[in-house]
Protein backbone atom coordinates (compact mmCIF):
# COMPACT_ATOMS: atom_id res chain seq x y z
CA UNK A 1 0.00 0.00 0.00
CA UNK A 2 2.49 2.91 1.28
CA UNK A 3 4.63 4.88 0.46
CA UNK A 4 1.45 6.97 -0.69
CA UNK A 5 2.76 8.88 -3.40
CA UNK A 6 5.18 6.86 -5.17
CA UNK A 7 2.71 4.00 -5.07
CA UNK A 8 0.37 6.60 -6.85
CA UNK A 9 -2.67 6.17 -4.32
CA UNK A 10 -2.31 10.05 -3.59
CA UNK A 11 -0.98 12.71 -6.49
CA UNK A 12 1.74 14.54 -6.27
CA UNK A 13 -0.46 17.23 -5.36
CA UNK A 14 -2.12 16.02 -2.60
CA UNK A 15 1.04 14.83 -1.04
CA UNK A 16 2.67 18.38 -0.94
CA UNK A 17 -0.79 19.50 1.02
CA UNK A 18 -0.42 16.83 3.59
CA UNK A 19 3.22 18.06 3.81
CA UNK A 20 2.10 21.62 4.39
CA UNK A 21 -0.46 19.65 7.17
CA UNK A 22 2.26 18.09 8.88
CA UNK A 23 4.57 20.57 8.20
CA UNK A 24 2.40 22.97 10.29
CA UNK A 25 1.56 19.92 12.81
CA UNK A 26 5.56 20.06 13.37
CA UNK A 27 6.00 23.49 13.48
CA UNK A 28 3.28 23.38 16.47
CA UNK A 29 4.59 20.24 18.29
CA UNK A 30 8.55 22.15 18.32
CA UNK A 31 6.52 25.94 19.50
CA UNK A 32 4.62 23.66 22.31
CA UNK A 33 7.57 21.58 23.55
CA UNK A 34 9.36 25.66 24.26
CA UNK A 35 11.75 24.80 21.13
CA UNK A 36 11.32 28.57 20.39
CA UNK A 37 13.30 29.32 23.34
CA UNK A 38 17.13 29.78 22.34
CA UNK A 39 17.85 29.60 26.36
CA UNK A 40 16.05 25.88 26.20
CA UNK A 41 17.75 24.77 23.30
CA UNK A 42 21.38 25.83 24.34
CA UNK A 43 20.68 23.83 27.93
CA UNK A 44 21.62 21.06 25.60
CA UNK A 45 24.86 21.74 25.46
CA UNK A 46 25.25 22.68 29.53
CA UNK A 47 23.25 19.63 30.51
CA UNK A 48 20.67 21.94 32.47
CA UNK A 49 18.22 21.28 29.81
CA UNK A 50 18.08 18.09 27.58
CA UNK A 51 14.39 18.45 26.45
CA UNK A 52 15.93 18.76 22.18
CA UNK A 53 17.46 15.38 23.24
CA UNK A 54 14.20 13.60 24.24
CA UNK A 55 12.40 15.01 21.82
CA UNK A 56 14.11 14.32 19.12
CA UNK A 57 14.92 10.88 20.43
CA UNK A 58 11.78 10.38 21.15
CA UNK A 59 10.39 11.22 17.82
CA UNK A 60 13.47 8.60 16.14
CA UNK A 61 12.05 5.88 18.06
CA UNK A 62 8.38 6.58 17.38
CA UNK A 63 8.51 7.00 13.78
CA UNK A 64 11.12 3.77 13.02
CA UNK A 65 8.80 1.77 15.17
CA UNK A 66 5.87 2.80 13.24
CA UNK A 67 7.69 2.10 10.07
CA UNK A 68 8.97 -1.01 11.02
CA UNK A 69 5.34 -2.27 12.47
CA UNK A 70 3.45 -1.12 9.13
CA UNK A 71 6.30 -3.24 6.78
CA UNK A 72 5.21 -6.04 9.04
CA UNK A 73 1.94 -5.37 8.51
CA UNK A 74 2.22 -4.71 5.07
CA UNK A 75 1.39 -1.80 5.02
CA UNK A 76 4.33 0.09 3.36
CA UNK A 77 7.14 -1.18 1.26
CA UNK A 78 10.24 0.14 2.88
CA UNK A 79 11.97 -0.07 -0.21
CA UNK A 80 9.95 2.32 -1.48
CA UNK A 81 10.60 5.15 1.33
CA UNK A 82 13.36 8.04 -0.03
CA UNK A 83 16.63 7.71 1.82
CA UNK A 84 18.87 11.15 2.19
CA UNK A 85 22.05 10.12 -0.27
CA UNK A 86 25.25 10.17 1.76
CA UNK A 87 27.63 12.32 0.45
CA UNK A 88 30.10 11.96 3.34
CA UNK A 89 32.47 14.75 3.75
CA UNK A 90 29.60 16.94 3.15
CA UNK A 91 27.55 15.51 5.97
CA UNK A 92 30.86 15.98 8.06
CA UNK A 93 31.71 19.54 7.15
CA UNK A 94 27.76 20.71 7.39
CA UNK A 95 27.03 18.76 10.42
CA UNK A 96 30.37 21.24 11.92
CA UNK A 97 28.92 24.38 10.87
CA UNK A 98 25.66 23.27 11.37
CA UNK A 99 26.57 22.40 15.52
CA UNK A 100 28.54 25.62 15.16
CA UNK A 101 25.97 28.11 14.26
CA UNK A 102 23.36 26.39 16.91
CA UNK A 103 25.75 26.91 19.56
CA UNK A 104 26.21 30.25 18.50
CA UNK A 105 22.64 31.33 17.57
CA UNK A 106 21.01 29.00 20.20
CA UNK A 107 18.45 27.74 17.20
CA UNK A 108 18.16 25.23 14.24
CA UNK A 109 16.72 26.19 11.33
CA UNK A 110 13.21 24.59 12.02
CA UNK A 111 12.87 25.91 15.15
CA UNK A 112 14.62 29.39 14.25
CA UNK A 113 10.82 30.05 12.22
CA UNK A 114 9.07 28.71 14.99
CA UNK A 115 10.60 31.37 17.20
CA UNK A 116 10.76 34.02 14.55
CA UNK A 117 6.65 33.04 14.25
CA UNK A 118 6.06 33.99 17.84
CA UNK A 119 7.80 37.24 17.32
CA UNK A 120 11.11 36.78 19.10
CA UNK A 121 13.75 38.73 17.40
CA UNK A 122 17.21 36.33 18.36
CA UNK A 123 15.46 34.19 15.86
CA UNK A 124 13.84 36.78 12.82
CA UNK A 125 18.35 37.46 12.83
CA UNK A 126 18.98 33.66 13.03
CA UNK A 127 16.59 33.64 10.23
CA UNK A 128 18.27 36.17 8.05
CA UNK A 129 21.71 34.70 8.80
CA UNK A 130 20.16 31.21 7.50
CA UNK A 131 19.44 32.69 4.19
CA UNK A 132 23.16 34.77 4.00
CA UNK A 133 24.59 31.34 4.22
CA UNK A 134 22.35 29.92 1.52
CA UNK A 135 23.20 32.82 -0.71
CA UNK A 136 27.21 32.19 0.23
CA UNK A 137 26.45 28.28 -0.67
CA UNK A 138 24.76 29.63 -3.97
CA UNK A 139 27.10 32.23 -5.20
CA UNK A 140 30.09 30.32 -4.26
CA UNK A 141 29.04 26.59 -5.39
CA UNK A 142 31.93 26.28 -7.85
CA UNK A 143 34.44 26.27 -5.12
CA UNK A 144 33.20 23.86 -3.11
CA UNK A 145 31.45 21.57 -5.74
CA UNK A 146 33.85 19.02 -5.31
CA UNK A 147 33.55 18.67 -1.84
CA UNK A 148 30.25 19.02 -1.59
CA UNK A 149 30.12 16.28 -4.12
CA UNK A 150 32.87 13.85 -2.55
CA UNK A 151 32.40 10.50 -1.04
CA UNK A 152 29.07 9.11 -2.49
CA UNK A 153 28.51 6.44 -0.70
CA UNK A 154 24.85 5.83 -1.75
CA UNK A 155 21.90 5.23 1.17
CA UNK A 156 23.80 3.03 3.22
CA UNK A 157 22.14 2.29 6.75
CA UNK A 158 23.57 2.12 9.91
CA UNK A 159 22.17 -1.87 10.40
CA UNK A 160 22.92 -2.91 7.16
CA UNK A 161 27.05 -1.96 7.26
CA UNK A 162 26.84 -3.97 11.20
CA UNK A 163 24.95 -6.73 9.65
CA UNK A 164 22.33 -6.67 11.54
CA UNK A 165 18.49 -6.92 10.68
CA UNK A 166 16.55 -3.94 10.85
CA UNK A 167 14.58 -5.05 13.78
CA UNK A 168 17.52 -5.89 15.91
CA UNK A 169 19.49 -2.55 14.86
CA UNK A 170 16.04 -0.74 16.27
CA UNK A 171 15.79 -2.06 19.51
CA UNK A 172 19.71 -1.52 20.27
CA UNK A 173 18.68 2.00 19.43
CA UNK A 174 15.31 2.19 21.59
CA UNK A 175 17.63 0.74 24.70
CA UNK A 176 20.60 3.44 24.08
CA UNK A 177 17.52 6.15 23.64
CA UNK A 178 15.60 5.05 26.91
CA UNK A 179 19.40 4.58 28.77
CA UNK A 180 19.80 8.51 27.69
CA UNK A 181 16.62 9.71 28.58
CA UNK A 182 17.24 8.26 32.12
CA UNK A 183 21.04 10.08 31.86
CA UNK A 184 19.45 13.32 30.39
CA UNK A 185 17.19 13.63 33.69
CA UNK A 186 19.72 13.01 35.69
CA UNK A 187 22.00 15.59 34.51
CA UNK A 188 19.71 18.09 34.86
CA UNK A 189 19.22 17.84 38.48
CA UNK A 190 22.74 17.54 38.74
CA UNK A 191 22.86 20.61 36.52
CA UNK A 192 20.40 22.95 37.44
CA UNK A 193 19.80 26.30 36.45
CA UNK A 194 16.39 28.41 38.06
CA UNK A 195 15.52 30.76 35.60
CA UNK A 196 16.10 30.87 31.99
CA UNK B 1 4.21 3.34 39.03
CA UNK B 2 5.95 6.29 37.73
CA UNK B 3 4.55 7.10 33.80
CA UNK B 4 8.00 6.96 32.28
CA UNK B 5 9.00 4.24 33.76
CA UNK B 6 5.66 2.56 31.96
CA UNK B 7 6.53 4.24 28.74
CA UNK B 8 10.02 2.94 28.89
CA UNK B 9 8.77 -0.24 29.28
CA UNK B 10 6.19 -0.28 26.72
CA UNK B 11 8.83 0.95 24.30
CA UNK B 12 11.24 -1.20 25.07
CA UNK B 13 8.73 -4.04 24.69
CA UNK B 14 7.46 -3.09 21.25
CA UNK B 15 11.38 -3.39 20.22
CA UNK B 16 11.98 -6.70 21.46
CA UNK B 17 8.72 -7.42 19.40
CA UNK B 18 10.24 -5.94 16.47
CA UNK B 19 13.66 -7.57 16.87
CA UNK B 20 11.85 -10.56 17.21
CA UNK B 21 10.13 -11.08 14.33
CA UNK B 22 11.36 -11.85 10.75
CA UNK B 23 11.90 -8.77 8.65
CA UNK B 24 9.07 -8.47 6.63
CA UNK B 25 10.36 -9.11 2.67
CA UNK B 26 7.13 -10.24 1.07
CA UNK B 27 6.37 -7.05 -1.06
CA UNK B 28 3.33 -5.50 0.33
CA UNK B 29 2.74 -3.82 -3.59
CA UNK B 30 0.67 -6.80 -5.51
CA UNK B 31 -1.62 -6.66 -7.66
CA UNK B 32 -4.78 -8.50 -6.96
CA UNK B 33 -7.03 -10.40 -9.57
CA UNK B 34 -9.90 -8.40 -10.10
CA UNK B 35 -7.59 -5.18 -10.85
CA UNK B 36 -5.36 -7.40 -13.00
CA UNK B 37 -8.69 -8.23 -15.06
CA UNK B 38 -9.18 -4.34 -15.28
CA UNK B 39 -5.72 -4.59 -17.21
CA UNK B 40 -6.45 -7.05 -19.15
CA UNK B 41 -9.51 -5.85 -20.31
CA UNK B 42 -8.15 -2.47 -21.58
CA UNK B 43 -4.87 -4.73 -23.27
CA UNK B 44 -2.92 -1.83 -20.98
CA UNK B 45 -0.16 -4.58 -21.26
CA UNK B 46 0.00 -4.45 -25.07
CA UNK B 47 2.48 -2.16 -27.25
CA UNK B 48 2.16 -0.99 -30.68
CA UNK B 49 4.82 -2.91 -32.66
CA UNK B 50 5.11 0.74 -34.51
CA UNK B 51 5.86 2.17 -31.64
CA UNK B 52 8.98 -0.59 -30.31
CA UNK B 53 10.45 0.20 -34.22
CA UNK B 54 10.44 3.39 -33.64
CA UNK B 55 12.02 3.83 -30.18
CA UNK B 56 14.70 0.93 -31.68
CA UNK B 57 15.49 3.53 -35.13
CA UNK B 58 15.98 5.78 -32.61
CA UNK B 59 18.73 3.69 -30.47
CA UNK B 60 16.69 4.36 -27.36
CA UNK B 61 17.82 3.13 -24.26
CA UNK B 62 15.05 3.22 -22.61
CA UNK B 63 13.61 -0.36 -24.04
CA UNK B 64 14.34 -3.24 -23.60
CA UNK B 65 13.23 -6.35 -25.62
CA UNK B 66 12.72 -9.73 -24.08
CA UNK B 67 12.29 -12.84 -26.02
CA UNK B 68 10.29 -15.27 -23.58
CA UNK B 69 10.47 -17.84 -26.33
CA UNK B 70 12.93 -21.07 -25.76
CA UNK B 71 17.09 -20.13 -26.77
CA UNK B 72 16.66 -22.66 -29.62
CA UNK B 73 14.15 -19.99 -31.67
CA UNK B 74 15.96 -16.92 -29.88
CA UNK B 75 19.39 -17.97 -31.71
CA UNK B 76 17.35 -18.96 -34.84
CA UNK B 77 15.94 -15.42 -35.39
CA UNK B 78 15.60 -12.41 -32.79
CA UNK B 79 14.78 -8.73 -32.93
CA UNK B 80 17.48 -6.27 -32.51
CA UNK B 81 19.00 -5.74 -28.93
CA UNK B 82 16.78 -8.06 -27.59
CA UNK B 83 17.59 -10.54 -24.21
CA UNK B 84 16.63 -14.12 -23.99
CA UNK B 85 14.71 -15.00 -20.52
CA UNK B 86 12.89 -17.98 -21.48
CA UNK B 87 8.97 -17.78 -20.16
CA UNK B 88 10.33 -20.93 -17.64
CA UNK B 89 13.14 -19.03 -16.16
CA UNK B 90 11.51 -15.35 -15.68
CA UNK B 91 10.29 -15.62 -11.84
CA UNK B 92 14.19 -16.65 -11.23
CA UNK B 93 16.09 -14.22 -8.82
CA UNK B 94 18.52 -13.63 -11.04
CA UNK B 95 16.72 -11.68 -13.26
CA UNK B 96 14.56 -9.62 -10.85
CA UNK B 97 16.66 -6.81 -12.05
CA UNK B 98 15.71 -6.53 -15.31
CA UNK B 99 12.07 -7.26 -14.66
CA UNK B 100 11.64 -5.32 -11.69
CA UNK B 101 12.99 -1.67 -12.47
CA UNK B 102 11.97 1.90 -13.05
CA UNK B 103 13.87 3.02 -15.72
CA UNK B 104 13.34 0.84 -18.76
CA UNK B 105 10.32 0.08 -20.60
CA UNK B 106 10.50 -4.00 -21.07
CA UNK B 107 8.67 -5.60 -24.11
CA UNK B 108 7.88 -9.04 -24.00
CA UNK B 109 7.49 -10.93 -27.05
CA UNK B 110 6.83 -14.54 -28.34
CA UNK B 111 6.03 -15.74 -31.80
CA UNK B 112 2.26 -15.04 -30.98
CA UNK B 113 1.07 -13.15 -27.53
CA UNK B 114 0.31 -15.94 -25.92
CA UNK B 115 3.79 -16.77 -23.96
CA UNK B 116 4.68 -12.71 -23.60
CA UNK B 117 1.36 -12.46 -22.27
CA UNK B 118 1.93 -15.22 -19.56
CA UNK B 119 4.88 -13.79 -18.70
CA UNK B 120 3.83 -10.00 -18.02
CA UNK B 121 0.54 -11.56 -16.18
CA UNK B 122 3.13 -13.45 -13.49
CA UNK B 123 5.40 -10.44 -13.19
CA UNK B 124 2.88 -8.07 -13.03
CA UNK B 125 0.88 -10.19 -10.29
CA UNK B 126 4.31 -9.93 -8.26
CA UNK B 127 3.76 -6.30 -8.70
CA UNK B 128 6.40 -5.22 -11.08
CA UNK B 129 5.77 -2.93 -13.77
CA UNK B 130 7.21 -0.95 -17.06
CA UNK B 131 6.56 -4.64 -18.68
CA UNK B 132 4.99 -4.66 -21.84
CA UNK B 133 4.18 -7.31 -24.53
CA UNK B 134 4.55 -6.55 -28.26
CA UNK B 135 1.49 -6.65 -29.68
CA UNK B 136 0.28 -9.18 -32.02
CA UNK B 137 3.91 -11.37 -31.47
CA UNK B 138 7.26 -11.67 -34.02
CA UNK B 139 4.33 -12.89 -36.62
CA UNK B 140 2.87 -10.24 -36.79
CA UNK B 141 5.84 -7.83 -36.23
CA UNK B 142 6.63 -9.98 -39.77
CA UNK B 143 3.49 -9.02 -41.58
CA UNK B 144 3.51 -5.59 -40.65
CA UNK B 145 7.16 -4.17 -40.24
CA UNK B 146 8.99 -6.86 -41.92
CA UNK B 147 7.02 -6.70 -44.97
CA UNK B 148 4.01 -4.59 -44.62
CA UNK B 149 1.24 -4.56 -47.06
CA UNK B 150 0.69 -1.65 -49.44
CA UNK B 151 -2.41 -0.13 -48.85
CA UNK B 152 -4.78 0.20 -52.03
CA UNK B 153 -4.44 4.07 -53.37
CA UNK B 154 -7.80 5.23 -52.04
CA UNK B 155 -6.90 4.19 -48.57
CA UNK B 156 -6.65 7.05 -45.49
CA UNK B 157 -3.43 8.75 -45.21
CA UNK B 158 -2.87 7.18 -41.73
CA UNK B 159 -3.00 3.92 -43.72
CA UNK B 160 -0.57 5.26 -46.28
CA UNK B 161 1.49 7.10 -43.87
CA UNK B 162 1.88 3.98 -41.60
CA UNK B 163 2.88 1.96 -44.36
CA UNK B 164 5.68 4.23 -45.03
CA UNK B 165 7.33 4.06 -41.61
CA UNK B 166 6.83 0.50 -41.31
CA UNK B 167 8.57 -0.14 -44.78
CA UNK B 168 11.63 2.87 -43.20
CA UNK B 169 11.52 0.89 -40.00
CA UNK B 170 11.87 -2.49 -41.61
CA UNK B 171 14.69 -1.15 -43.75
CA UNK B 172 16.65 0.41 -41.13
CA UNK B 173 16.42 -2.81 -38.57
CA UNK B 174 17.46 -4.46 -41.51
CA UNK B 175 14.03 -6.58 -41.31
CA UNK B 176 12.42 -5.20 -43.92
CA UNK B 177 12.18 -5.62 -47.51
CA UNK B 178 14.10 -3.48 -49.87
CA UNK B 179 10.98 -1.98 -51.86
CA UNK B 180 11.53 1.79 -51.98
CA UNK B 181 9.78 4.09 -49.72
CA UNK B 182 6.06 5.06 -51.12
CA UNK B 183 5.55 8.85 -52.17
CA UNK B 184 2.02 8.32 -52.44
CA UNK B 185 0.53 10.06 -49.43
CA UNK B 186 -1.91 12.50 -50.42
CA UNK B 187 -0.28 15.45 -48.53
CA UNK B 188 3.24 14.18 -48.08
CA UNK B 189 3.35 14.91 -44.47
CA UNK B 190 5.51 13.87 -41.88
CA UNK B 191 5.25 10.26 -43.25
CA UNK B 192 7.75 8.88 -39.89
CA UNK B 193 5.35 9.65 -37.28
CA UNK B 194 1.84 8.08 -37.57
CA UNK B 195 -0.79 8.47 -35.00
CA UNK B 196 0.10 5.94 -32.49
CA UNK B 197 -1.38 6.21 -29.23
CA UNK B 198 1.42 6.78 -26.69
CA UNK B 199 1.41 4.53 -23.55
CA UNK B 200 1.49 6.11 -20.42
CA UNK B 201 4.61 5.36 -18.34
CA UNK B 202 4.19 5.48 -15.13
CA UNK B 203 7.10 6.12 -12.87
CA UNK B 204 7.75 5.18 -9.17
CA UNK B 205 10.20 7.67 -7.33
CA UNK B 206 10.63 7.95 -3.86
CA UNK B 207 9.61 11.63 -2.52
CA UNK B 208 12.46 13.63 -1.54
CA UNK B 209 11.90 15.19 1.73
CA UNK B 210 14.09 15.75 4.99
CA UNK B 211 14.14 18.16 8.30
CA UNK B 212 16.28 19.70 10.40
Known sequence: MGPLAPNEIITENTNLFLAFIVGIGFGFILEQAGFSSSRKLAGVFYGYDMVVLKVFFTGAITAMLGLLFFSLFGWIDLDLVYVNETYLYSAIVGGVIMGLGFILGGFCPGTSFCGAAIGKIDAMLFVVGLFIGVLIFQEGYPLWEGLFKAEYMGTPRVSESLGLSYGLFALMLIVVAVGMFWVAEWAEKKFPREEY | ?212
Open chain 2, 1 to 212: MNPRVILSTAIIGLGLIIAAVPQNTTRPYKVDASQLLVEIKNGQQFINPEEVADMLVQNDPSIQLIDVRNPDEFNSFSLPGAINIPLESILLKDFEDILNQDTKTNVFYSNGTLQANEAWMLTRQIGFKNNYVLMGGLNYWVESIANPQKPSNSSANEELARYNFRLAAGSALGTGSSEGISTETKTNTSPLTPAIPKIEKKKKKPVAGGCS
